[in-house]
Structures are given as structure tokens and as C-alpha cells.
């Protein structure tokens, strides 16, 4: 039986992925020091030490909750804000450079003003919003301006509710962009969110524990956070994306009435 | 003239890019006339509608009568949305309770119950045209616009489709393009020629207001 492409892919994945763990694998056996570099099975003693402890799945939901409740923020306002900036040319004129500014300014920079601004609890999540903000804008202005004129023409002159015409003609040309800027998004602000509550140091969090493994070289802990945060950060993507998926086939699935 | 006696259409001058498209057209159309635009390609009739329809404005010259009237049109390119059914299609441009019945109304110009389930975007040209007319012809209206609508369709589609525009057109005015004096004659259609930048004067003359 021959194996499906997605098979083939998943298959390729593997091989890639189990090739890196043997290297680190053969490294960390070379250098022979576990503070400097754990090996795969020693990150794997320590995510499994971790994971009985409540303190760790605390951490856990604690971060996802104020990454992605950043991320949903940042995703809603992005998107009202390139809705008014379709609309009204004034809008525009105002909320672009602000975007430009948002997009060039250093996350560093970010989180310094943001801990003097905001309490450090809400840290991840004012530093994740604004990673999101300018890439999810740009996105939804580019998608709204490129909807297809002749379809919209089409839609004037037959009367075509306006509601319709956000659910025919522009979320379609939307969403296959929106998509991938969203997946890009949730890795952006995953790492931003992180780095800043490694240095904000909010009680109770993902970068807080990052932080003490390794102020207390425990080097195998840092690891397995690591691997934590990439897991949570692939997950949240996956859902974001599944979520997206769904509404888009919800959308065409459905007549007009 | 008022609207109720009809479209008129006074000393239309169009000029695109290229040149004048359009200069000194004069047409009138009576309420519920069946009138064929004919010409050689690139001779304005396109033009002609979009101004009849207020999608261009005339850079010379009026339409009078089309203030309150709705348009329905089959464009020359299918203008669908290609996600969606070819029944959500022709929904979209329906209001919400309509009593029309879409699939049965798709079904009369030929096409089967898989074609109607099926993204717009899988279906041939042909198929896609068909669903472009039903939505035309369903959507409420007070003229409708037929813009090299059948063009694509096989003999015996066309005669289908014919029949099809015919049972559903309820008295109103019909505006075809067509290069095709067969399809006016289909029609009943009178026949107005449209020629570039040269002027035809066609129709009764317009009324002095």
C-alpha cells in the first residue's frame, strides 16, 4: 500500500526530528556535563518530575491564559481597527503610522514601558497584544482591500445586505491570509510573552519558573520549560487554527438566508 | 418623461483611456420593452449598460427614469461567489423571506441536484452562467440586464435557457447585449444599435422636459 503524502510528510517530520535527538543525544554524552547540556532523557526525568507537581500546571495555565487572552486582544482590536481604517479614510490616516510605530518598536522596549505602565500581572498579556496588534491590522486591511471589486460591484447592484456582503465576498478573502498571519502571531507573542515575564518575574508563571531554573542551574528544568512553552505555544496555534478552519467552512456551508 | 414611462437616455458621451467610447447616444426604452443592444465589440454597449445601471458616469449628456428602479444584471464575466453553492449564490441576492424556491429555479435551467451542492468555483462555465442568470432572473427587479449572458451555453442549453428567462422576466424590462440577432429575436427584443464613438441615434426620441 502506498503511503498518503500526508503519511510521507509526517514520516519525513519524524526522521528530522528523531536525527536531532540523536545528535543531542551524542553531544550531551560528549561534553558529559549536565549542567551545560542536559541530555533529551534527562529533560524528559525533568518535565515528568514537574508535571506531578500542581505548582507546574498552575504555571502553565496561568501564562496561556495571559498569552492568549493577549493574543485574542490583540487579534480583535487589530482587526476593528483595519475595519475602521476600510471605512474611513481620517481613521486610516491616524491608526497607520501608530501600527508602523507598534511593528518597529523593540519587544525589549515594550517591556520596560510596560512594567512601568501596567501592574506586572497583566505583563504577558499587554506585551502579547501589542506583537499581535500590527500583524493581524495589516493583514485585515490588505484582505479587505483586496476583495474583489467586480463581486462587490455585483453586491451594489443588487441591493446585498451589508452583512452578506462581509460573509460572501470579504471574510473569503480574508480568512486563507488571516490564517497564516495568525499562526505566525501566536509564535510571536508566545516568545514575547515569555521573555516578558522572565523579566518581569510575575509570581506564579511560565517565565518566573524559566527564570529560577536558571538563577538555580538546574539546566535539565530550564530545558523542559523550554519544551513546555514550545508545546503550549504549537497547541494554541493548532486551536487557533482549527477554530479558524471550522468558522471558515461554517461560513460556506450555509446558505444565504 | 417621468420614470414611469420608461428609461431615457439623452446625448450619452463617454471617454475611457483610449478614446471616446460613447458620443451623443440617444435611446429610450418603454416600462416592460424587451430592447437588444447590438454592435461590434468594444462599441460602448457595455458602457451603455453600466451607465443605465449608475455604475459609470456619463461624461456627457443624462439618463433620465432610473432613480427608482432596481436593476438586476447577468455581467459579462459570472460574478459569483466561488465558496459558496450555486443556491447560496443566488440566495445572497435575495431578501430573507423570499418565497422563491432557489433549487427548483437552477433545476429549470438544467442543472442536477450534485451540481447545486457543489462550490460555484467547481462548476464549468457553462453551469457557472446558468447560475448567473437564475440569480439575475429571481432577484427582485424592475429591469433586468443580460450582458452577453448566454454566451458559453450549447445549442440546446440556450434554448433552455430562453425558455427559462422568458417564464421568469413577469413583465419587466429587459435589457440584452448581444451580438447575436438570433437572441433578440428569441426575445421579441427591439433592436438598438450601438456603434463606437460614431453615435446611433436609436428609439423614439426623447421627450423634451
Redesign the interface.
Known amino acids: 500500500m502506498k503511503a498518503s503524502p500526508k503519511t510521507k510528510k509526517a514520516l519525513a517530520m519524524l526522521v528530522g526530528v528523531v536525527f536531532w535527538l540523536v545528535v543531542w543525544q551524542v553531544a550531551s554524552l560528549l561534553i558529559a556535563e549536565r549542567l551545560f547540556l542536559p541530555s533529551p532523557l534527562d529533560v524528559v526525568r525533568a518535565l515528568g518530575q514537574l508535571a506531578v507537581t500542581g505548582q507546574f500546571w498552575a504555571a502553565c495555565g496561568t501564562s496561556l491564559l495571559r498569552i492568549a487572552g493577549g493574543f485574542v486582544l490583540g487579534l480583535v482590536l487589530g482587526a476593528l481597527l483595519a475595519v475602521l481604517s476600510a471605512a474611513f479614510r481620517v481613521a486610516e490616516i491616524l491608526i497607520s503610522p501608530m501600527m508602523q510605530l507598534v511593528r518597529a518598536t523593540p519587544v525589549a522596549s515594550f517591556i520596560i514601558l510596560a512594567l512601568v505602565w501596567v501592574n506586572v500581572r497583566y505583563l504577558s498579556t499587554f506585551v502579547s497584544l501589542l506583537i499581535v496588534l500590527p500583524v493581524i491590522y495589516s493583514t485585515v486591511r490588505s484582505g479587505i482591500a483586496a476583495a474583489d471589486g467586480?463581486?462587490l460591484?455585483?453586491a451594489?447592484?443588487?441591493?446585498?445586505r451589508f452583512w452578506?456582503r462581509v460573509r460572501?465576498?470579504y471574510l473569503?478573502a480574508l480568512l486563507p491570509p488571516l490564517m497564516g498571519a495568525a499562526e505566525l502571531a501566536v509564535g510571536m507573542c508566545w516568545k514575547s510573552g515569555v521573555a516578558a515575564e522572565v523579566i518581569g518575574l510575575p509570581a506564579g508563571t511560565i517565565g518566573e519558573r524559566l527564570y529560577q531554573a536558571k538563577i538555580f542551574l538546574q539546566t535539565p528544568d530550564l530545558f523542559a520549560w523550554t519544551v513546555v512553552i514550545i508545546l503550549l505555544s504549537w497547541g494554541f496555534g493548532r486551536l487557533v487554527l482549527f477554530l479558524m478552519r471550522f468558522a471558515s467552512r461554517a461560513l460556506?456551508g450555509?446558505?444565504?438566508? | 418623461m417621468n420614470a414611469a414611462s420608461g428609461i431615457v437616455l439623452e446625448h450619452l458621451g463617454k471617454t475611457f483611456g483610449g478614446g471616446p467610447v460613447l458620443q451623443g447616444f440617444s435611446a429610450s426604452v418603454a416600462p416592460g420593452e424587451a430592447v437588444a443592444l447590438m454592435g461590434a465589440s468594444g462599441g460602448g454597449k457595455t458602457t451603455l449598460a453600466r451607465i443605465i445601471m449608475g455604475l459609470e458616469k456619463p461624461d456627457t449628456g443624462r439618463v433620465l427614469g432610473t432613480e427608482h428602479l432596481r436593476f438586476a444584471c447577468v455581467f459579462q464575466e459570472d460574478r459569483l461567489c466561488e465558496g459558496f453553492t450555486a443556491v447560496a449564490n443566488v440566495a445572497l441576492v435575495l431578501p430573507r423571506h423570499s418565497p422563491v424556491d432557489v433549487p427548483a429555479a437552477l433545476r429549470q435551467t438544467g442543472l442536477s441536484a450534485e451540481e447545486l451542492a457543489k462550490p460555484a468555483g467547481k462548476l464549468s462555465g457553462g453551469e457557472k452562467r446558468r447560475v448567473a442568470l437564475v440569480r439575475a432572473m429571481e432577484a427582485p427587479s424592475d429591469v433586468v440586464v443580460l450582458d452577453e449572458a448566454f454566451k458559453g451555453l450549447d445549442a440546446a442549453s440556450r434554448l433552455q435557457a430562453y425558455a427559462y428567462v422568458k417564464s421568469r422576466l413577469a413583465g419587466r424590462t429587459l435589457l440584452l447585449i448581444t451580438h447575436d440577432p438570433a437572441e433578440a429575436e428569441a426575445f421579441g427584443a427591439r433592436v438598438v444599435p450601438v456603434q463606437k464613438a460614431g453615435g446611433a441615434e436609436a428609439g423614439p426620441p426623447p421627450a423634451d422636459d
Open positions: 467586480q463581486l460591484e455585483m451594489d447592484v443588487f441591493h446585498v452578506r460572501f465576498i473569503p460556506e450555509g446558505a444565504a438566508r
